[in-house]
């Protein structure tokens, strides 16, 4: 006969249907007393009930300031912590941007959230300086200035917010034209840079990429059939292939950086005379392709590439209905125009400046502001104006908000006198 097992079974505390056991706690509602108390160490503020504190809360510029005032009593904090996040300030969608200027040994910054960022961590000594090239993704590409870099491309990886930065291995670049210096970010703190060279000869390029999983360069070269005149201009990068505008010749210049190929994609019929500053590329939130050009009347047209040579035309936006004076100021009431020849007649040029691609947002120069364009809610705001007129505004490459509140590494506050605490 087999033996007998007893299993003693032990009967689970736990309430039926799964509940859980664990000791529950009530709230304490809070007495009159204490809650006088909190009223007044707020200040003078307890004059004010919750809703118009509320209401005072929704009036804060940027976030910053809304958490900084869930620290200051309970009060605060509950009322911050009772009301919906719709109704509180959202926060902005850049830090802000940097620009190239002469005077500054590198790149200066100009916040646009109440935090400043520099690059003064990157080992570029004070009497050669450094350029922006390209920045995305968080990131700058810079060139360095100083003896020999007419025949020698020395370049650095950065990231303001985490204070890091990476040389890039120099290339020896006489006798050739730099077409393209673009930064590719990849996950993580991967990246590459692609360079693009053309030589001496018209009809030779070289397509070189460095990637910073293998701390080298690749080169590829090839045949062109025609002759390039190397300008300045946007790029744009979906996946692995980077886009350069070459507007004036009207086309783009593609190259892909893993097959390290060079080809080109013509541009859509526009019936508008292209000059530099008038036109833009940028890309769709699917991937696409896109390009901008701006009529004289400030009408921004959009076109999307939706198959290989077949361009679409979008509704055209009038960005004088989108001048609100409480965003753009005495701008509204300015005389723009996107044409060269209206400053004869007194009007302010209007010309791109950048696109981020992480956001969708457009960068306008309007006299001498520097103008945001959300195209989500269509907002037209300006940002920064400049007024050193001895420098006028170029390209600014802007730094995107992806996570609020931001994690930085030793990034100070801007206050309103300028300086950084």
């Known amino acids: 006969m087999p033996p007998r097992f007893v299993v003693r079974r032990k009967r689970s505390r736990s309430p039926p249907r799964g509940f859980d056991s664990a000791r529950r706690t009530r709230t304490r509602p809070m007495p009159d007393a204490e809650r006088a ?99 995305r993704g968080r990131r700058l590409l810079l060139r360095e200035l100083g003896p020999g870099s007419a025949r020698e491309l020395r370049l650095i990886v950065c990231s303001p917010l985490e204070k890091t930065y990476v040389q890039v291995p120099s290339l020896y670049t006489a006798g050739h034209r730099v077409a393209c210096t673009v930064l590719v970010p990849g996950e993580g703190a991967a990246f590459r840079v692609v360079v693009v060279l ?21 080169a590829a070269t090839g045949p062109v059939n025609r002759e390039v005149v190397v300008r300045r201009g946007p790029s744009v990068v979906i996946g692995d292939v980077v886009y350069k505008l070459y507007g004036e010749d009207k086309y783009i210049m593609v190259v892909d950086a893993v097959k390290m190929t060079l080809s080109a994609v013509p541009l859509p019929n526009t019936g508008t005379l292209l000059y530099v500053g008038n036109h833009w590329i940028g890309k769709t939130g ?17 076109w999307v590439l939706a198959a290989p040579g077949k361009w679409v035309e979008l509704q055209p936006v009038d960005l004088r209905m989108l001048m609100h004076p409480a965003l753009v100021g005495d701008l509204a009431q300015t005389k723009l125009s996107a044409k060269m020849s209206d400053q004869l007649r007194g009007c302010k040029l209007v010309s791109f400046a950048a696109f981020c691609e992480a956001t969708g947002t457009l960068f306008f120069v309007m006299a001498d502001w520097v103008v945001a364009l959300d195209p989500r809610s269509g907002r037209l705001q300006r940002l920064w104006r400049n007024t050193d007129e001895s420098r006028p505004l170029g390209d600014v490459y802007p730094c995107e908000m992806l996570q609020w509140p931001p994690v930085l590494k030793d990034v100070g506050e801007v206050h309103e006198a300028g300086g950084v605490s």
């Open 37 to 135: 108390a909190d009223a007044a160490n707020a200040g003078p503020a307890p004059a004010l009930p919750d809703d118009m504190l509320l209401e005072v809360f929704k009036r804060l510029p940027p976030p910053r300031d809304v958490v900084r005032c869930a620290a200051v009593c309970r009060r605060w904090r509950r009322v911050l912590a009772a009301a919906e996040a719709a109704c509180l300030p959202a926060p902005p969608r850049h830090f802000g941007f940097f620009r190239n200027y002469a005077p500054s040994p590198l790149p200066p910054f100009v916040p646009a959230a109440g935090v400043a960022f520099d690059a003064g961590f990157v080992p570029v000594p004070p009497a050669c300086g450094a350029v922006l090239a390209d920045a």
């Open 198 to 218: 053309f030589g001496s000869a018209p009809n030779h390029f070289e397509v070189l990429v460095y990637s910073s999983a293998s701390s080298c360069w690749e």
């Open 286 to 302: 699917n991937g696409r392709l896109c390009f901008f050009a701006m009529r004289e009347q400030l009408t921004l047209v959009k």
